[in-house]
């Protein structure tokens, strides 16, 4: 079956570092993937990481473990407009055939002053 | 703006009706892909077409079926709707299936069943 865990909500203070971990259970794993979402909008592709390691992007960090079937997000300096709800998404599939993403319920980060 | 569409924005309809959510994938992209959204659910994978064929189904009811055209857009028709059917319903596109291909989702279609 398919399990991914995230925290419901976080909170952090502008300016600070957070990190949201999300672990999963899947079969055919190839990649894990995080998204951003506003409430009541599309959500948008923060980072993608297929290998064990960090990847980096600017203020945010992604990090994967296949082993342990864990990953976290890390957002740097905090902004207010970070508030949003961050997606942890496994990619399952064999082959290659396909690239449906099985999502985690999100994490809400709220940003305080 | 991710460039995939999706119309309507908002749908308000009643139990018992049928409707028909669109999706224009973005230019080059052969693979479209349906997710439900409720507030008590997180994003939920209905369905996958890649140039035209059905790739990956989840857990889409029977009630609700989809189809890719020639030009690479997307229907998503629902059936016998009920209250339970209100959603967000987004599309996404990817170039491909292979490993790396980041969905660039479009803005969705709020679907009000009263």
């Known amino acids: 079956g398919q399990n991914i865990d995230q925290p419901t909500e976080m909170t952090a203070t502008e300016g600070a570092i957070v990190q949201i971990n999300c672990t999963y259970q899947?079969?055919?794993?190839?990649?894990l993937f995080w998204y951003q979402q506003h409430a009541g909008e599309a959500p948008t592709f923060l980072s993608y990481?297929?290998?064990?390691g960090l990847e980096e992007k600017g203020r945010f960090s992604s990090f994967l473990s296949r082993s342990k079937g864990y990953s976290y997000l890390l957002l740097k300096e905090l902004q207010m407009k970070d508030s949003a709800s961050y997606l942890c998404?496994?990619?399952?599939?064999?082959?290659?055939?396909?690239?449906?993403?099985?999502f985690g319920t999100g994490t809400l980060l709220a940003v305080q002053p | 703006d991710s460039g995939v569409t999706q119309t309507p924005k908002h749908l308000i309809t009643a139990t018992g009706q049928r409707v028909t959510l669109r999706c224009s994938p973005r230019?080059?992209?052969?693979?479209v892909y349906w997710y439900q959204q409720s507030l008590d659910q997180g994003l939920q994978f209905l369905i996958q077409?890649?140039?035209?064929?059905?790739?990956a189904k989840g857990n889409i009811l029977e009630r609700f079926s989809a189809q890719q055209f020639p030009d690479l857009h997307s229907e998503l028709n629902l059936s016998s709707l009920e209250l339970g059917d209100s959603a967000l319903y987004f599309c996404?596109?990817?170039?491909?299936?292979?490993?790396?291909?980041?969905?660039?989702f479009g803005p969705g279609t709020r679907l009000t069943v009263t």
């Open positions: 998404a496994v990619r399952a599939g064999y082959g290659g055939a396909t690239n449906k993403l099985i």
């Open positions: 899947t079969s055919g794993f190839n990649g």
């Open positions: 077409y890649y140039n035209g064929e059905e790739r």
């Open positions: 990481n297929v290998l064990d």
């Open positions: 996404a596109s990817s170039v491909g299936v292979g490993q790396g291909y980041e969905q660039y």
């Open positions: 230019s080059g992209d052969l693979s």
